[in-house]
């Protein structure tokens, strides 16, 4: 099954959406208190989803116990710098088997990572929100060895900067099922450390 109707990356953005609706004042405790039971509650819910889906990649549902993650850690909501592509600019991205889908790329991203400058090419999906694939340290050992997605509501951008946070980071349908095909992220997007956040290998 070809991973081109973006179901996953629906789902993610659907689910963040609905924490970035509740109003701040039905939570208590400090900033990282929020953004780390906002993390637990949407893994939670993809947990469900995963196991309830008819559209899960999951073979076994009935042995599914849920996936696997990092600790959530503050240290991995990065601000990064924005510089906007000048034009409208569809590119080339290369799937898992071996095919290719255009993408639209919305410009690319800068931070300070542990002493490393590194940039990002970031993508935008068709309503609009922001799209990243990226590849760490972790691969293939800690996390799944063809890279790793984070979305990003468009309301994330201020002014140019973005804050990105790892804890999000998930792996696409094809770690789970290679009957589904997913977006490889490009060579540039290799991050030179490890991003020990978001999800891992079990």
Not at 8 to 20: D, E, G, Q
Not at 25 to 47: F, H, Y
Not at 160 to 170: E, M, R, S, W
Request: aromatic fraction near 12%; include cysteine.
């Amino acid at each position: 099954m070809k991973f081109n109707k973006w179901t996953l990356i629906i789902l993610i953005i659907l689910i963040a959406i609905i924490y970035v609706s509740i109003p701040k004042d039905q939570m208590s405790g400090p900033k990282i208190n929020e953004d780390s039971l906002a993390t637990v509650e949407s893994r939670k819910l993809k947990d469900e989803t995963f196991r309830d889906s008819d559209e899960s990649p999951i073979k076994d549902k009935k042995i599914f116990k849920g996936l696997a993650y990092f600790d959530f850690n503050q240290k991995w909501i990065i601000s990064f710098e924005v510089q906007r592509s000048e034009k409208i600019e569809k590119i080339k991205i290369n799937m898992t088997d071996g095919s290719q889908e255009d993408m639209l790329k919305f410009g690319t991203i800068t931070a300070n990572i542990n002493g490393a400058e590194v940039k990002l090419e970031l993508f935008q999906h068709a309503d609009g929100n922001l799209f990243l694939p990226f590849k760490d340290k972790t691969a293939p050992t800690e996390t799944y060895g063809g890279g790793r997605y984070v979305d990003l509501s468009l309301n994330k951008l201020k002014d140019k900067t973005i804050l990105v946070d790892f804890n999000q980071a998930y792996f696409p349908y094809c770690a789970y099922n290679p009957t589904f095909t997913c977006p490889v992220p490009p060579k540039g997007n290799d991050i030179p450390t490890r991003i020990p956040a978001g999800e891992r290998n079990f």
